[in-house]
């Protein structure tokens, strides 16, 4: 495997429903991040992670609940969503470096199609 | 972080230049230019990303004006792959921070036979 990894591709879930979206990346990076992508919106930044701990959560409600065990893992578990929260969700991966130097480039996986009925 | 400004959509024909345009007025000297595409219903690829110079990989070049106020991403000869959203970023890029790109709505970009 290379690159970033995300399972289940598609979930369909109830809204008392609890699961799991998995991420992995097998590129060696120390930061994760979780984006929401709904229909016709931009992408939304939700969580980074950076060497295992979290530094953003952009006002993400409690009913997302993200994990990074380490660096190359990172879960977004989820329980009593709604309708709305159906989306493309994406991880991606990146590597940081603790000094002002230079850009950081992403890379994302394909996504969790998530459908919350 | 500055914003910036593309147009919503764009067609080009197979095998001719696509010039993709971005306005960033309000850049800031230690801000980065990045260009993702997004092919539909995959995740985001990235393509190029410069600080002041023009930059050329083998994805696409990146021509950023002398004040850096707009750039420019060239795809030499479009094919129908690369029919995507373009999605042109600034973001700085600091000891603390680094660099959590946030996406706009982008530039549909649409090449046809």
């Known amino acids: 495997e290379t690159g970033v990894t995300q399972t289940p591709r598609h979930l369909v879930m109830g809204m008392t429903n609890k699961k799991s979206l998995k991420c992995e990346q097998h590129l060696g990076h120390n930061a994760m991040y979780w984006y929401k992508q709904s229909a016709k919106k931009p992408l939304e930044l939700m969580f980074v992670y950076n060497f295992k701990e979290q530094t953003e959560n952009n006002s993400v409600p409690s009913r997302f609940s993200p994990e990074c065990p380490n660096s190359s893992h990172l879960f977004l578990h989820l329980h009593t969503l709604q309708p709305e929260d159906s989306a493309l969700y994406l991880c991606?991966?990146?590597?940081?470096?603790?000094?002002?130097?230079?850009?950081?480039?992403?890379?994302f996986g394909a996504g969790s199609r998530l459908t919350v009925l | 972080d500055a914003k910036t400004t593309q147009p919503t959509s764009m067609d080009c024909a197979e095998g001719r230049a696509a010039n993709l345009p971005c306005n960033h007025s309000t850049i800031s000297g230690n801000e980065y230019v990045y260009w993702y595409r997004q092919i539909h219903s995959q995740g985001p690829q990235y393509i190029i990303h410069g600080l002041k110079n023009n930059e050329t990989n083998e994805m696409a070049s990146l021509i950023i004006t002398e004040d850096r106020k707009s750039s420019t991403l060239i795809l030499p000869h479009a094919t129908l792959r690369d029919t995507a959203v373009y999605y042109c970023?600034?973001?700085?890029?600091?000891?603390?921070?680094?660099?959590?790109?946030?996406f706009g709505k982008g530039t549909k970009l649409s090449v046809k036979p």
């Open positions: 991606a991966s990146s590597q940081v470096s603790g000094g002002s130097s230079g850009a950081n480039v992403l890379t």
């Open positions: 970023i600034v973001r700085v890029v600091d000891g603390g921070s680094q660099g959590n790109l946030i």
